[in-house]
């Protein structure tokens, strides 16, 4: 079993729709938490940060943790094309990443 | 500088070749990552820095690979003997103590 698991689409919407994304994890002691997007041929830009358990919102960005149930999410609300590239979740300090989300959003 | 830049951004070795590449991270951030991307994979870990000293190197897949960071900047990761499973993106991400990581663009590495 990987430490994390991620859906990994491909995930397509309509502009305006919200999206969520989760990802499950293995390892109760994962304190770190963060959503990564990647555009085609560029590394992985950092969307959401988060320690421990809760919500955190950042613009048309919520991200959540679950730590009894050792799932994380990302809802993207009033999505966008630009929106459209893969997303990661990942763990720890190190950084376990999922295998990522393709999310395509269509005008 | 404003970002963490990686060279080359596209490298093609034969199979057996040496290949060295290179990580500038920003300027001030003491954490320094490295990361090996499959295609169609997320980034899978490598190694750690923190200033100068290699921290974890539990990722590195073989003793082929090697990395370094002598002056607690500039990171170099090494892979000797290049084989065709060596192919892949090659990561690097630096950042703060307790802070989120800034990745660069990669090299795209090709074995043939």
């Known amino acids: 079993q990987k430490e994390v698991e991620q859906d990994p689409g491909p995930l397509s919407v309509p502009e305006g729709a919200i999206v969520s994304l989760n990802c499950t994890y293995s390892?109760?002691?994962?304190?770190?938490f963060m959503w990564y997007r990647q555009y085609s041929r560029k590394g992985p830009e950092l969307l959401m940060y988060t320690y421990s358990s809760g919500n955190k919102e950042d613009g048309r960005f919520t991200a959540q943790v679950d730590k009894s149930s050792k799932y994380i999410s990302l809802f993207i609300r009033d999505s966008q094309p630009s929106d459209s590239a893969t997303y990661l979740c990942?763990?720890?300090?190190?950084?376990?990443f999922g295998s990522g989300t393709q999310l395509t959003v269509l005008p | 500088g404003a970002g963490v830049s990686q060279s080359p951004r596209y490298k093609v070795a034969k199979r057996g070749q040496d290949v060295a590449l290179r990580c500038d991270p920003i300027?001030?951030?003491?954490?320094l990552f490295w990361y090996q991307q499959a295609l169609g994979q997320g980034p899978e870990f490598l190694t750690y820095?923190?200033?100068?000293?290699?921290?974890?190197k539990s990722g590195l897949p073989s003793d082929r690979f090697f990395a370094e960071r002598p002056e607690g900047s500039v990171s170099t990761l090494k892979i000797q003997r290049t084989q065709q499973e060596d192919s892949a993106v090659y990561l690097c991400?630096?950042?703060?103590?307790?802070?989120?990581?800034?990745f660069g663009s990669g090299t795209r590495l090709t074995v043939v």
């Open positions: 990942a763990v720890s300090r190190q950084l376990t």
């Open positions: 820095f923190q200033n100068e000293a290699q921290l974890d």
């Open positions: 390892n109760s002691a994962f304190q770190y």
């Open positions: 991400a630096s950042s703060l103590v307790g802070t989120g990581y800034t």
């Open positions: 300027s001030g951030h003491v954490s």
